[in-house]
């Protein structure tokens, strides 16, 4: 083997590791993302109890993320950015909760922020969720109800007023 072609050996190999190298810090890397509105605390700032009515809220915010559940009269501007590392789950940091709460006027009665204090971690317990109740087999869910099904005395006393 001659000093050239050893040469143009060992800068392929070096280049194969440089890559391979790369590849793997690459993985490691953080990645950041954002989800939901985004938020401006200058205009945050601006909206004011007794002063905003919804119109002027989504006027300076925009639409909310998402309102109320139960009640149309509380709005939610939700924030929140995250990072991870690699194929890790990403986890929040920074989180930012705006409730604007109207009257039925539809002015803004009050503006709550949270932050990351209400984040709750979850961790499962294995495969399945812990319910309430007792434990049954296989075979006793299967054949459980074999003979309670019209039985005798088995449907009691009826709420039904057009039935005996």
Known sequence: MTS??????????ALVGLVAGSLAVAGCTQVRGH??????????????????????????????????????NT????????????????????????????DEAGNVQTVDRTGLELVASISPEGDKTPTLGRERSFFEELFGN???????????????????
């Not at 050239?4 to 190999?13: D, F, H, W």
């Not at 074999?146 to 005996?164: C, E, K, L, M, Y």
Request: hydrophobic content about 35%; overall charge positive; cysteine-free.
């Open 146 to 164: 074999i003979g309670a099904v019209g039985a005798p005395g088995a449907n009691g006393p009826s709420n039904d007023r057009t039935r005996p």
């Open 75 to 102: 709005w939610y501007y939700v924030s929140r950015d995250t990072r991870q590392f690699g194929f890790s789950s990403p986890r929040p940091n920074n989180q930012l909760v705006m409730r604007v709460q109207f």
């Open 4 to 13: 050239q072609s050893a040469m143009t050996l060992r800068a392929r190999v």
């Open 35 to 72: 989800q939901g509105y985004i938020a401006d605390s200058f205009l945050m700032e601006a909206v004011q109890p007794g002063v905003d009515n919804r119109q002027s809220v989504e006027a300076t915010l925009g639409r909310p993320t998402f309102s109320g559940q139960f009640d149309e």
